[in-house]
T-cell receptor, first 114, second 115 residues
Framework: AQSVAQPEDQVNVAEGNPLTVKCTYSVSGNPYLFWYVQYPNRGLQFLLKYITGDNLVKGSYGFEAEFNKSQTSFHLKKPSALVSDSALYFC????????????FGAGTRLAVHP | EAQVTQNPRYLITVTGKKLTVTCSQNMNHEYMSWYRQDPGLGLRQIYY???????DKGDVPEGYKVSRKEKRNFPLILESPSPNQTSLYFC??????????????FGPGTRLTVL
């Protein structure tokens, strides 16, 4: 069965420090991987996706993610966190044969402190 | 502006009173989908639609209905809501729903409370 794990409910980081939000996945075949962000009282906003090719994917707002096939991971990273990055982050994997159905992780709340 | 819209944004209702949450997209997308978001569970797919008049069940379809009579609209219907359907609902759309890994774009969400 396809699944996504986000092992941390919350990540705390000081403004200006690098941040990492972890994601591991399990899926049959090659994965398509996505990161979305949810700000309070807002919908999900697309950040980036991995389809194929370069393992380092760059996305919106300075975020990037590294695909690691051997570790089945797709961690979200940013070199220097901003207070405005504080939000709920979701990792999602495209289910094999699922006609664009996304399997989501439970979400990780990122808190960036001044 | 390209967007997915949902109405209402907030709804409080009582058990058994039929309700409809509307979803509309202006991007000419073929694929539309409904998800519900619950704490600790992430988002789970309720129903999806590959195109007009083509719909199918997702992972948690019980208690819900959908229809796709027009390409831009994909309403979610709760014919007899129950308290366990209290949740945050998201509509999403993408260009196509086949094997291509198109990005799904989400609406702002509808927070539903069933008393």
């Amino acid at each position: 069965a396809q699944s996504v794990a986000q092992p941390e409910d919350q990540v705390n980081v000081a403004e200006g420090n690098p941040l990492t939000v972890k994601c591991t996945y399990s899926v049959s075949g090659n994965p398509y991987l996505f990161w979305y962000v949810q700000y309070p009282n807002r919908g999900l906003q697309f950040l980036l996706k991995y389809i194929t090719g370069d393992n380092l994917v760059k996305g919106s707002y300075g975020f990037e993610a590294e695909f690691n096939k051997s570790q089945t991971s797709f961690h979200l990273k940013k070199p220097s966190a901003l207070v405005s990055d504080s939000a709920l982050y979701f990792c999602a994997v495209r289910a094999f044969g699922g006609y664009n159905k996304l399997i989501f992780g439970a979400g990780t709340r990122l808190a960036v402190h001044p | 502006e390209a967007q997915v819209t949902q109405n209402p944004r907030y709804l409080i209702t009582v058990t058994g009173k039929k309700l409809t949450v509307t979803c509309s997209q202006n991007m000419n997308h073929e694929y539309m989908s409904w998800y519900r978001q619950d704490p600790g569970l992430g988002l789970r797919q309720i129903y999806y639609s590959m195109n007009v008049e083509v719909t199918d069940k997702g992972d948690v379809p019980e208690g819900y209905k959908v229809s796709r009579k027009e390409k831009r609209n994909f309403p979610l219907i709760l014919e007899s809501p129950s308290p366990n359907q209290t949740s945050l609902y998201f509509c999403a759309s993408s260009l196509a729903g086949g094997t291509a890994p198109d990005t799904q774009y989400f609406g702002p969400g509808t927070r539903l409370t069933v008393l």
